[in-house]
């Protein structure tokens, strides 16, 4: 595997992040309930405060994958509610150009070891049916189908499988 640094975005990040979210939604849009059209219209303002962790509700962990000062992968964690004890995961993306080197593999170990510091007991996703890839690497990492099938957005023909993942109390190491 490639040395890939995980980082946490900030605020500083939100043109990163931008550029990355944009050509996640481009390059997979059948994967995420948003589309490329819908956030390219964002503000700088809106790309700013959604990495503004301190004046959040819900606890998050939006990451970065890195490969020499590139971003290549994507993936954010959010407690939405304390009492819930689950944590989500939501715009989970891999470059093409780094797909199949364990990136999506470190996204999901740092939001799964997050997940377990924070003491939740579940972590769940929701994955559209036909991109099989994800759906292995999740059943790999013990998550399981959760529910019924549901639409992947307004319109669209494509399901998504919620999927759910019970931690255990030891927390596996963040790389």
């Known amino acids: 595997m ?3 640094n995980i980082r946490t975005l900030n605020q500083n990040d939100w043109s990163t992040y931008r550029e990355l979210r944009l050509r996640s939604l ?14 390219f219209c964002f503000s700088r303002d809106e790309w700013a405060s959604r990495l503004d962790l301190d004046n959040m509700v819900e606890s998050a962990l939006p990451l970065i994958a890195e490969l020499n000062g590139v ?38 170990k740092n939001i799964i070891a997050w997940s377990n510091e924070l003491n ?20 790999a990492y013990g998550f399981e189908a959760d529910g ?3 639409d992947l957005r307004e319109g669209s023909e494509l399901l998504v499988q919620p999927m759910k993942l019970k931690l255990c109390a030891i927390a596996p190491n963040r790389n």
């Not at 481009?26 to 956030?39: A, H, L, R």
């Not at 509610?81 to 993306?93: E, F, G, L, R």
């Not at 579940?122 to 690497?137: F, G, P, Q």
């Open 26 to 39: 481009q390059d997979s849009p059948d994967s995420f309930g948003s589309s490329y059209e819908k956030e």
């Open 2 to 4: 490639s040395n890939f």
């Open 71 to 108: 971003a290549v992968g994507l993936a954010w964690g959010i407690q939405h509610n304390p009492q819930d004890k689950t944590a989500h995961i939501y715009q989970m993306w891999v470059s093409p150009n780094a797909r199949g080197q364990g990136v999506g593999s470190l996204l999901l």
């Open 120 to 139: 939740l007991d579940y972590v769940s996703l929701a994955v559209t049916t036909i991109n099989k890839t994800a759906v292995e690497l999740y059943k």
């Open 148 to 150: 019924a099938l549901e």
